[in-house]
């Protein structure tokens, strides 16, 4: 009946209730075709923006121990390998080697690197990891998708205009990742909405192939967007070839995501239950048919220097 699906293998958060992480990507991956075996680097309850949270953060021997299974039976010979939430410097260093183990087993494989730090100006993870994301995984991605405050925190760099939001994904170029998508990004932007920017940028043989898509801002917090995001990115990445294109659908899954969810807090005339954690978790089954077929309302510009 066809070929073989594709496998990716995903290290990311898992929670029990709710769509974070590993839950946020493996679904959307499954419905559009892939196989996906994953590895869950936490284990909780939900996330992190309830009231409270039970579970256990997994260790890097334990990932060594899940491998080695895997070794034993020639099974890591993925597509693709999706990382995010990795909270420790032991699992990260881990990771790190099985990206290289893998990419050796399979040259061809794609590594999609999703490097979850915090966002808003706020750490999620100890400050030892940025150092080991420069050294050990950054040169081994063949995709990067941080957020603006990922993106900053890694670079060293500021981003207070397109300009600049370029210079930092020329600083990712420099140390190795060929493609580089940025983010939730602000800048000013003469524009009757408040606006988020995501920009692309493409090196391949010296050539930068550079856009940008202006996001309207929907208001309200949604956990798990990003690990969406990255996931959907992988899948149309594979099926287009072409990173603006890919960045195009998965903008449009994403911000179909959030107006499901928003429209699903809507119905709530409690308001104690609307401004609810639990009211607020993304509608990803209600949204399935947005990951084959999705409904592209905001389209990327290319970008030149002028553009400022």
């Known amino acids: 009946f066809g070929m073989e699906p594709k496998r990716v293998l995903s290290l990311q958060s898992h929670v029990v209730h709710g769509y974070v992480g590993n839950k946020c990507a493996a679904f959307p991956l499954n419905t559009m075709g892939f196989d996906v075996d994953t590895f869950n680097t936490v284990q909780l309850s939900n996330h992190t923006g309830y009231p409270s949270t039970g579970g256990q953060r997994h260790t890097g021997d334990q990932l060594d121990s899940v491998l080695q299974g895997l070794r034993e039976n020639a099974l890591l010979t993925m597509e693709y390998v999706l990382t995010g939430y990795i909270g420790t410097a032991s699992m990260l260093q881990n990771v790190a080697s099985l990206v290289a183990?893998?990419?050796?087993?399979?040259?061809?494989?794609?590594?999609?690197?999703?490097?979850?730090?915090?966002?808003?100006?706020?750490?999620?993870?100890?400050?030892?990891?940025?150092?080991?994301?420069?050294?050990?995984?950054?040169?081994?991605?063949?995709?990067?998708?941080?957020?603006?405050?990922?993106?900053?925190?890694?670079?060293?760099?500021?981003?207070?205009?397109?300009?600049?939001?370029?210079?930092?994904?020329?600083?990712?170029?420099?140390?190795?990742?060929?493609?580089?998508?940025?983010?939730?990004?602000?800048?000013?932007?003469?524009?009757?909405?408040?606006?988020?920017?995501?920009?692309?940028?493409?090196?391949?043989?010296?050539?930068?192939?550079?856009?940008?898509?202006?996001?309207?801002?929907?208001?309200?917090?949604?956990?798990?967007?990003?690990?969406?995001?990255?996931?959907?990115?992988?899948?149309?990445?594979?099926?287009?070839?072409?990173?603006?294109?890919?960045?195009?659908?998965?903008?449009?899954?994403?911000?179909?995501?959030?107006?499901?969810?928003r429209t699903h807090i809507a119905t709530h005339t409690d308001a104690l239950i609307s401004t609810s954690a639990a009211s607020r978790e993304l509608r990803v089954i209600q949204s399935r048919h947005q990951f084959e077929h999705p409904t592209v309302l905001l389209t990327a510009t290319s970008y030149s220097a002028s553009d400022g």
């Open 101 to 261: 183990e893998v990419k050796r087993t399979n040259p061809t494989c794609c590594y999609v690197c999703d490097p979850v730090l915090g966002d808003n100006g706020r750490l999620y993870v100890p400050e030892e990891l940025i150092t080991l994301y420069k050294l050990d995984l950054l040169h081994q991605a063949d995709i990067i998708t941080p957020n603006q405050f990922e993106a900053e925190t890694l670079s060293g760099l500021k981003i207070q205009s397109l300009a600049t939001a370029f210079g930092v994904a020329d600083w990712f170029h420099t140390h190795g990742v060929p493609s580089v998508v940025i983010t939730s990004i602000e800048v000013p932007i003469q524009s009757e909405t408040e606006t988020l920017v995501l920009i692309g940028s493409q090196c391949i043989n010296d050539t930068t192939a550079r856009f940008y898509i202006n996001i309207p801002k929907q208001h309200g917090h949604y956990t798990g967007t990003g690990d969406l995001f990255s996931a959907v990115l992988l899948g149309w990445v594979d099926r287009e070839a072409d990173l603006r294109r890919a960045c195009e659908k998965a903008v449009a899954v994403t911000q179909y995501v959030i107006t499901t969810t």
